[in-house]
């Protein structure tokens, strides 16, 4: 069973850092596409960071200069470095990514999230 197991969310405050990881784990033989989304609750999600398989990346403009997205394929890990955080950045934070399994279709998988808080 392949699973994302995202871990670094805490409580910290306005002007702080904290950083994000996210684990593949199981029969993986490639991971794609790996993003970062965050979700308020009653909101729509949104994605925050995207990384690509050919080391391109890119981020929402509410996080630009702030955020940084990094991945090691080696262990199938994408971390989120969150710099000057702010109480706006409050939310559940998922890890997603395309992953194919040994003979498999590429797919979409989620994360369960992790909370960031921000307080004032």
């Known amino acids: 069973q392949v699973q994302l197991v995202e871990s670094g969310g805490g409580l910290v405050q306005s002007g702080g850092s904290l950083r994000l990881s996210c684990a593949a784990s199981?029969?993986?033989?490639?991971?794609?596409y790996m993003w970062w989304y965050r979700q308020i609750p009653g909101k729509e999600r949104e994605w925050v960071a995207?990384?690509?398989?050919?080391?391109?990346?890119d981020y929402a403009d509410s996080v630009k200069g702030r955020f940084t997205i990094s991945r090691d394929n080696a262990k199938k890990m994408v971390y989120l470095q969150m710099n000057n955080l702010q109480p706006d950045d409050t939310a559940i934070y998922f890890c997603?990514?395309?992953?194919?399994?040994?003979?498999?279709?590429?797919?979409?998988?989620w994360g369960q999230g992790t909370l960031v808080a921000v307080s004032s």
């Open positions: 997603n990514a395309g992953i194919k399994e040994p003979g498999g279709p590429l797919l979409d998988r």
């Open positions: 199981g029969r993986i033989f490639s991971v794609d």
């Open positions: 995207r990384t690509f398989s050919d080391g391109g990346f």
